[in-house]
Nanobody
Framework: QVQLVESGGGLVQAGGSLRLSCATS????????MGWFRQAPGKEREFVAA????????YYSDSVKGRFTISRDNANNTMYLQVNSLSPEDTAVYYC????????????????????WGQGTQVTVSS
C-alpha cells in the first residue's frame, strides 16, 4: 500500500512560483497513475493535474493550464507540481493522489478514481 507525503507549500506573493513534491513509499511507484488536487476554504476539492504511470501522458484543468507543470521521477518515487504565475485564487491545500494502473497510460481526473491520498500542503498566495 503506497503512502504519500506532500511538501513544498508556503506563502508566496502573487506572480510567484513554488515547486510542490509528493514523495511516495510502500508501493511500486511506476505502477501508479498520479494526480494533484486542491481544496480552498469553503469549496469542494478540485482537480488540478494528472500524470500517467508511464509519465508520458499529462492532463490539466483549464484554470492551471500553461501555468502549472506536473512531472514525476520514477527512479526517486516522487511526483512534482511546478506552479508559476500564482494568483490569490490558487490559495488552497494541495493534495497528491495515486491509483494503481498496470496499463501505464491512464489519466484520472476525478477524486473518486484515486485510492490513495496524502495529507496535503498549504499554498497561500498574497496579493
Amino acid at each position: 500500500q503506497v503512502q504519500l507525503v506532500e511538501s513544498g507549500g508556503g506563502l508566496v506573493q502573487a506572480g510567484g512560483s513554488l515547486r510542490l513534491s509528493c514523495a511516495t513509499s510502500g508501493g511500486t511507484f511506476k505502477r501508479y497513475a498520479m494526480g494533484w488536487f486542491r481544496q480552498a476554504p469553503g469549496k469542494e476539492r478540485e482537480f488540478v493535474a494528472a500524470i500517467s504511470a508511464s509519465g508520458f501522458n499529462t492532463y490539466y484543468s483549464d484554470s492551471v493550464k500553461g501555468r502549472f507543470t506536473i512531472s514525476r521521477d520514477n527512479a526517486n518515487n516522487t511526483m512534482y507540481l511546478q506552479v508559476n504565475s500564482l494568483s490569490p485564487e490558487d490559495t488552497a491545500v494541495y493534495y497528491c493522489a495515486a491509483q494503481l494502473d498496470y496499463y501505464g497510460g491512464t489519466l484520472f481526473a476525478r477524486a473518486n478514481e484515486y485510492g490513495y491520498w496524502g495529507q496535503g500542503t498549504q499554498v497561500t498566495v498574497s496579493s
